[in-house]
């Protein structure tokens, strides 16, 4: 009878651990699951003069895009010691990580492809080239800390300037050819090469200082594809779609209402704003972050967005950001599998 009854207590009390240890679990912010993206922010730092007068307003975006991520999607925001209490008072500990890396804009000197992750080379469309390579080499030594799995190419792109639906179809802008001196078909072949891509686009940008293709363009899933609706520029108009349907002739092509907000005068000069762009989203497995202004064509963009779409809709208000020439997308590097259940262990253990 003894053995009885302490057989019975050893399996309540293992219940109760695993319980509590269920419990623990829950308690995180970030869930380790193949159902959620890991979502990746680098916060501008106190110390950098050239964020200054916006340094507020990227911080409070920040803040407020994490809130939206949690429970939705996992994140992580990378932030350095002095500039981390700016952060600790309105997000959980578990999603900050300690480090130094030099740039906001993570899309483009990260990974491309959180399925298939490569690193390009960080072009220097932006800054000067011993900054940009500043800028990815303390990318690179965070990605190394964390052993980040990824393949790495010489070709020059920004993150930006390339729109992938992770099934093999890909859009980039002329710029990559300029950039690598390729012809439309070899940057065509590159692309294929490295991505594992079947089919390539390769559109006349929108605009010529940083000609992001993520501010013209977005899949919503592997054939349903939405682009600007460029109607007041024609002859433009005909350029993309041509490209685009010649390229993705199974897809389906969908134009979303576009209005280009006008930069304010000071730091942001010579860079097009990204304010009106709500095509600038972020999709993860059952989520797309969309950007909106408090412009009144958003409604109607979103919309569209979701009647095409069986993910949640989350909309992000990147007023405070946009005139910097990027939103959402623009801000976040994405991973998955072990090279995000890598960051988020990490996190916790801060």
């Known amino acids: 009878m003894k053995k009885i009854v302490m057989v019975l207590i050893l399996l309540m009390t293992l219940s109760a651990c695993g319980v509590e240890e269920e419990e623990m679990v829950e308690n995180f912010s970030n869930q380790i699951s193949d159902e959620r993206m890991l979502l990746v922010l680098s916060a501008p730092s106190v110390h950098a003069t050239y964020y200054q007068p916006a340094f507020e307003a990227i911080v409070d975006f920040q803040i407020d895009y994490a809130k939206a991520i949690i429970g939705n999607d996992n994140v992580i925001v990378i932030v350095d010691a002095d500039t981390r209490p700016y952060y600790e008072q309105d997000l959980p500990e578990d999603i900050l990580i300690e480090a130094e890396v030099y740039d906001i804009w993570a899309r483009d000197f990260t990974l491309v492809n959180p399925l298939n992750p490569v690193q390009f080379k960080y072009t220097w469309a932006s800054m000067t080239e011993k900054e940009s390579r500043e800028v990815q080499n303390s990318f690179g030594a965070f990605a190394d800390k964390y052993d980040i799995k990824r393949s790495k190419t010489t070709l020059l792109l920004d993150g930006g300037n390339l729109v992938d ?69 024609p002859t433009f108009r005909d350029s993309v779609l041509n490209e685009l349907e010649a390229s993705f002739p199974l897809a389906t092509i969908i134009e979303v209402p576009v209005e280009y907000g006008q930069n304010k005068a000071g730091e942001w000069e010579g860079f097009e704003s990204a304010c009106g762009v709500n095509l600038n989203s972020v999709l993860t497995f059952e989520n797309i972050y969309v950007p909106v202004f408090n412009m009144a064509h958003d409604q109607s963009a979103v919309d569209i967005i979701r009647e095409n779409t069986g993910k949640k809709v989350v909309t992000i208000n990147a007023k405070g950001v946009c005139q910097m020439g990027g939103s959402v997308r623009c801000l976040t590097w994405q991973l998955t599998g072990e090279n995000a259940e890598k960051i988020i262990l990490a996190a916790r253990e801060e």
């Open 165 to 233: 639906n992770y099934a093999g179809g890909v859009i980039t802008t002329t710029r990559f050819m300029e950039d690598n001196e390729l012809s439309y078909e070899e940057a065509k072949e590159a692309l294929m090469d490295l991505l594992n891509a079947t089919e390539v686009a390769i559109l006349e940008p929108d605009e010529e200082v940083l000609a992001h293709s993520d501010g013209m363009v977005m899949w919503l899933d592997e054939n349903t594809l939405l682009v600007n609706n460029y109607s007041e520029y």
